[in-house]
């Protein structure tokens, strides 16, 4: 029986290659070029990304698989993805559980559901207010960490980043959500609020172009 990290290689998004005269499964989207997206560079892929999504009735279906697993590429490639099939519910709820489950996309993440959930401000402050823990961590993680209340200081300041320059959310400015933010706001050393408002830029931009 595969496993949930296996059945990605299964999905529409991967193909058989070959490195160094050995099979090996090779991602058909760059996500290097989706990563530190530029609108000239990363329009190709796209392009072929939308190619890509044709050949599955059913490509909700196979973001979800990808959705599911822990390594943060998947979950790259699903966020542009999400952006262009039809069930944008369903792209919405899972995009949702994959940040609360904490990714290292989480900015790209949240990007991606400011754009899509027509409930995001609602959204986002409920997770502000809670201080954005992280929801059923993993064993390796309660282990790691010595608890199961898990901070997601990436996620947190991705919301926050959000919900104030494209939002101008005066919930914002709440005794509460403050206190969170000067304390979680430390312990994010990727400028994480502006990785989220870049790649929502850029995407965009491509997305329009």
């Known amino acids: 029986m595969l496993s949930e990290e296996e059945k990605v290689f299964e999905t529409i998004f991967y193909e058989k290659g070959e490195f160094e005269g050995r099979e090996c499964n090779v991602a058909r989207i760059n996500y290097l070029e989706v990563l530190n997206v530029r ?22 279906k196979e973001i979800e698989i990808l959705m599911g697993v822990r390594n943060w590429r998947p979950h790259l490639i699903d966020c ?23 990714s290292w996309v989480n900015p790209q993440i949240a990007a991606t559901l400011s754009i899509l959930d027509k409930s995001f401000i ?43 320059t494209v939002f101008n959310c005066d919930e914002l400015s709440s005794p509460n959500m403050l206190s969170n933010k000067e304390i979680i706001g430390k312990k994010d050393r990727d400028n994480s609020a502006i990785i989220a408002l870049s790649w929502r830029n850029e995407i965009k931009g491509m997305l329009n172009a």
């Open 122 to 164: 609602h959204n986002a402050l409920e997770r502000l207010r809670n201080g954005v823990l992280v929801k059923n961590p993993s064993k390796y993680m309660i282990d790691a960490y010595k608890t199961d209340k898990i901070e997601n200081p990436k996620g947190f300041m991705s919301l926050w980043g959000l919900l104030e």
């Open 39 to 60: 609108q000239a560079s990363s329009q190709s892929e796209l392009e072929k990304l939308k190619g890509v999504l044709l050949e599955s009735e059913k490509p909700e």
């Open 80 to 102: 542009l993805a999400a952006l262009l099939v039809d069930d944008k519910p369903l792209m919405v709820k899972t995009l949702w559980e994959t940040f609360d489950r904490s």
